[in-house]
């Protein structure tokens, strides 16, 4: 008989060290969580639990780990304050402390020499960290609508072997064009792909790195409820059918994945849980 | 005075406290395993299991809504045999009581998955879920009918003989009927509220934001038509009664077994706070000393009668 | 590219803005005159008229829960004779459509509302509200019924000319049956939701809260559960639909058009902003200009055909 | 035919000039509200909103005007923290803004030389501001179960020709006894009797004031939604059957107004509106 795996995760109560807009509507928080940076992995990600101040009843928001200092507990996420609960998120002043439960899913594999690494606007969260656990040559392509939206600070991807290529759908800042369009420049040259960004961008570089037989990874992004595997709220289909990004994911083969998902029919009048 | 016991029997299954995890949210406990005190759940409502695998819905299946949360999971489950294989041996050594939510797409279905589960060692009771669509009917689920309901639980009934819950839906009439039809077909414990039906549309990209298009409503927003079922159906019917729907805090716990439930189910509120079991044993505990009760059959349908006229 | 207009026609109801005060928190208007910008207002749905003065339910009449408001105001009001005499007169001044809200304990005294209505300059509509408890049925409410709802439309269509609008009661089986009923027996326009049924409990006093046990929930909280009917409802009738349930800004006004409103209606919103109509009007108007839309009737019901397929 | 008639009170954004907790969860609140004091009589209160930052769908509270400065357009409420909106609004500081809606209600009539005033608990708000509308010979009884619960500070009753009288019920400040003991000791020599406080309080002030035929005038609680009476939500029953506190009161004589309202039978199975 199997016996329990203990889970890795936890859920603690951690003080915010550091708060920084790094543009208007980016917020970069800073987080004292030992018990989350000690085992965090590239491409993981944390549930961020409302103030409590807040007393609302609000679900806790995924976010990806966008770096980690090991040795002083620091963890930092970085996001767009796009909703209600981005928004109660980046209220919270340093001093005052939020519950991280993490951390959470299943991460990138580590990348070799000759990666590519694509990021589509808030991508680039977790290809901060993953770009900064090597110092194999590779190279970086952060593609954004915009400039003013290009909120990663320069400083954060000044690595040592990272080559970075900017480009803006507007050409405001680096090359003009879509980020797809760049590394499709790349992909040939490259030893494999590691995305993150919108589902389009994410399919359109699967689709040429498969036409290459090169490897590539994708993490993906699902509305969750409970973020550790127990509700199937953040299913994505796959070709094993359903599997849940939280806890299989949110990294998975591009290959693998479905990243095209228009609805299908749907049988089930009541709603149904 | 003596100290206050939170014990009770949930139709025959005895429980160490009044909580228990709701089905669906918990999953199969597995994942909640470090976030959480086991001692502080009576027990735990496993998933809803079929006789097949199901996929479940696509996604997005989760929304969230003002003081609610919208899920169109789907039943997504591994099947019978899969959830014998893989999930109860682990849920049996979390400690608190199992009890096993039954699904089915016919009478037949629900029947089979509860002759499979005879003889597994583990399972302290079965929780039918009649909110399922009934393909036969159009998918308009089986708890929407008291006739319906009677049958699906009738022949449940005549498979085991651990002891019954049988889970309504909120979306009816009358829950009342479905309740004395399911209390007739042998319940031995009614579960209410399973969640309410609603949708939200992306205004956006202008069309239904749930890959269902429907879901199910929970969470706190729905608080008040759950405590007025359970009120309900607590004084139609003999059987104990297991209150959920949008409980988080202690105080809601105390107000459904006020309104006549002998235990009550955490559902959704787990996601928000996984201490909340805890929290509500502590303060239903902390209450019971408070107002000089030892045990809960004391508190339980006590606002019927109007509680406050003798104490002070 | 022309300017988007606001316009609507409901039911033979021209309205300058497709919000309405829904029928109840906005009282007959004359309270909340110096608090709101009429222009920002469709039309007025004024709080239920009975034959003979309702005495309502008594206190606590209101309380308040998750996103949500719970109240057991009981249909109080003075009654048709003296609503003609003090109230008609000032609501005729305020500037939008007036629709009169008519309840009754039996079949009879809805249809002598409104035939007592007849002749009364204006008034554009009538809004039928079959939430009433039917005395006859145990005080089960008519609209849980689709039969007993089409005995009352008919009733009172036969002594009316005005556009009739039929409000529903969300707490039954199948709203689209009772929808159906409602188009069949002369409905113009079909109303929804009235407030979900719900109760909470004081754990001090250890009773319910409210004087009447019982109340309706309205507010934020029921929002998913209204626009999931408004979505089946508009699907299952050639009439148009008047959304409402807990809407509190343009974006949630806009599912209920994209879900296949026509027009919208405010109602416990009113309490916590009484901007929300001008805010909600302003917003549907931005919302068409983004979007390229100069007619609501390139929005109503868009959601169901997936709308964005052909934009960009 | 009648026209309108135009309503007096206004909803304003008014900001917070002084905040001061008296004592351990009472809070009271100066605002800035011209357009509220300039009308405000004793006895009438305001529906405070909910800080808009609180992103929280809640109805607005009803508090007693305490007292105003009209010169200045100062405007006081004072209140107990009792609840989760009273929890909100005392969390606004000097310098933010919340809406008031006001002033609202029928408020007390002009007391006469040798007038009573009783005060149980938090219903001194209301009559702070009665003894300040006048300098006729008047007293005031100040009830409360315990010191640590008798928060109004005593400077806001040093005012010309008041005497005022403490009462605790367990005697930890000024006599021991309830307010209503004290209060049978002077009705007999009072002019008229004005109160708020508790219900049963109110309702034992009304008969010793009948039985000496001395008039009397309680401000009255009840839940609120609208609180200018639209909604009929805060009903209370009369002698002229159910009526408005918020509009019709939430003063009214003593004598016509039911205090010992226990719940009547119900009719209305499905909630009703
Ligand atoms: C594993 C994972 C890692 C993520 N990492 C980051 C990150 O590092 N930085 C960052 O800015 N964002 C990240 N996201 C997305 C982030 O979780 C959502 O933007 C956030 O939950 C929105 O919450 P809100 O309350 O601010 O907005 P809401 O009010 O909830 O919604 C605002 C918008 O965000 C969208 N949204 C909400 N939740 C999700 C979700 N789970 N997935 C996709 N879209 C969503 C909605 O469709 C809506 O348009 C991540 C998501 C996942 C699943
Ligand atoms: C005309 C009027 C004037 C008032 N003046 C004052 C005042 O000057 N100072 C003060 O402290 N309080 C006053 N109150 C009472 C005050 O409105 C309530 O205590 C307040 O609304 C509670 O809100 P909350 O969110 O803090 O508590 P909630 O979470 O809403 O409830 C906490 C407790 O307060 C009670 N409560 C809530 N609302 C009311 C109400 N409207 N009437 C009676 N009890 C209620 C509830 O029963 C509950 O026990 C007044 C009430 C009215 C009707
Ligand atoms: C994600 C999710 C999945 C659920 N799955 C099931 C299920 O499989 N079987 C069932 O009977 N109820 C299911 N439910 C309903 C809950 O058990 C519960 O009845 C409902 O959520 C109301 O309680 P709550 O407000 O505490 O969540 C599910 C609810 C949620 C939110
Ligand atoms: C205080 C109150 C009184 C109401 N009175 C009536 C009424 O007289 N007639 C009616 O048809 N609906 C009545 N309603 C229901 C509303 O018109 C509306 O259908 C419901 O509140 C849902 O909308 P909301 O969430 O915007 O409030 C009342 C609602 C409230 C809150
Ligand atoms: S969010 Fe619950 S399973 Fe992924
Ligand atoms: S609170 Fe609405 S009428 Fe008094």
């Given at each position: 008989m199997k016996t329990l795996i203990k889970q890795d995760y936890s859920l603690e109560n951690c003080p915010v060290t550091e708060k920084l807009f790094?543009?208007?509507?980016f917020c970069r928080l800073t987080f004292y969580a030992p018990s989350v940076t000690t085992e965090a992995q590239p491409g993981q990600f944390v549930m961020v639990h409302m103030p409590?101040?807040?007393g609302r009843y609000m679900l806790p928001r995924p976010y990806s780990i966008?770096?980690?200092d090991r040795e002083n507990g620091q963890l930092v996420i970085f996001f767009e304050v796009g909703g209600r609960g981005g928004e109660l998120i980046s209220t919270v002043e340093p001093g005052t402390t939020l519950r991280l439960l993490g951390p959470l899913g299943r991460g990138f594999p580590k990348p070799q020499a000759g990666s590519l690494l694509v990021a589509g606007g808030m991508g680039i969260a977790p290809l901060v960290f993953l770009a900064k656990s090597t110092t194999v040559p590779r190279t970086l392509i952060y593609g954004s609508r915009t400039a003013a939206r290009m909120?990663?600070?320069?400083e954060d991807l000044d690595l040592p072997g990272l080559t970075v290529v900017e480009v803006t759908e507007d050409g405001s800042?680096?090359?003009?064009?879509?980020a797809c369009e760049i590394a499709e420049r790349y992909i040939p040259s490259s030893s494999a792909v590691f995305a993150c960004g919108p589902r389009q961008l994410l399919a359109a570089l699967a689709e040429a790195a498969a036409e290459r037989d090169i490897a590539a990874w994708v993490s993906v992004e699902e509305r969750m409820a409970?973020?550790?595997?127990?509700?199937?709220?953040?299913a994505v289909r796959t070709d094993q059918g359903y599997m849940r990004v939280c806890k299989d994911g949110?990294?998975?083969?591009?290959?693998?994945?479905?990243?095209?998902?228009e609805h299908t029919e749907c049988l089930c009048q009541s709603g149904g849980n | 005075m003596s100290i206050p016991s939170a014990c009770v029997n949930l139709g025959g299954i005895e429980l160490d406290t009044p909580v228990l995890a709701a089905?669906?949210?918990?999953?199969?406990g597995r994942e909640f395993e470090v976030l959480l005190?086991?001692?502080?759940?009576?027990?735990i409502i496993a998933k809803g299991v079929s006789l097949e695998p199901w996929p479940g819905?696509?996604?997005?299946r989760i929304a969230e809504t003002a003081s609610g949360l919208l899920n169109?999971?789907?039943?997504h489950n591994p099947g019978l045999n899969k959830f014998i294989e893989d999930d109860l041996p682990l849920l049996r050594e979390l400690g608190p009581k199992i009890i096993v939510n039954i699904i089915g797409k016919n009478v037949k279905d629900y029947a089979s998955v509860a002759a499979g589960l005879?003889?597994?060692?583990?399972?302290s009771g079965l929780e039918i879920n009649?909110?399922?669509?009934?393909l036969k009917a159009?998918?308009?689920?089986?708890?929407?009918?008291p006739d319906l309901t009677y049958c699906v639980v009738a022949a449940v009934r005549r498979e085991t003989a651990l002891p019954l819950l049988v889970k309504l839906t909120?979306?009816?009439?009358?829950i009342v009927s479905v309740a004395i039809a399911a209390e007739e077909a042998g319940a031995d414990v009614i579960s209410l509220i399973n969640t309410l039906s609603g949708m939200i549309i992306d205004i956006e990209k202008k069309k239904p934001f749930l890959g269902n298009r429907f879901g199910g409503l929970s969470g706190p927003a729905i608080m008040p038509v759950a405590l007025k079922m359970v009120w309900q159906v607590s004084e139609a019917v003999q059987v104990p009664v297991l209150g959920m729907g949008g409980i988080t805090s202690a105080s809601d716990a105390i107000q459904f077994i006020l309104a006549g439930a002998r235990a009550v189910a955490v559902g959704s509120g787990l996601f928000y706070d996984p201490d909340l079991p805890a929290k509500i044993t502590g303060g239903i505990l902390a209450y019971m000393s408070k107002h000089k009760v030892t045990s809960l059959s004391e508190l339980e349908g006590l606002a019927h009668t109007g509680g406050d006229k003798v104490e002070v």
């Open positions: 790094t543009a208007t509507g409590a101040s807040s966008c770096s980690v909120a990663c600070p320069r800042r680096g090359e003009r064009g879509t409970c973020g550790i595997g127990a509700c199937l709220g953040c949110p990294v998975f083969p591009a290959g693998e994945v479905n990243l095209q998902d | 089905s669906g949210p918990f999953g199969h005190d086991f001692n502080s759940l009576g027990g819905n696509p996604p997005p169109a999971v789907g039943l005879n003889g597994i060692e583990g399972i009649v909110s399922c669509p009934n159009g998918g308009l689920s089986f708890g929407t009918d909120p979306n009816v009439n009358d």
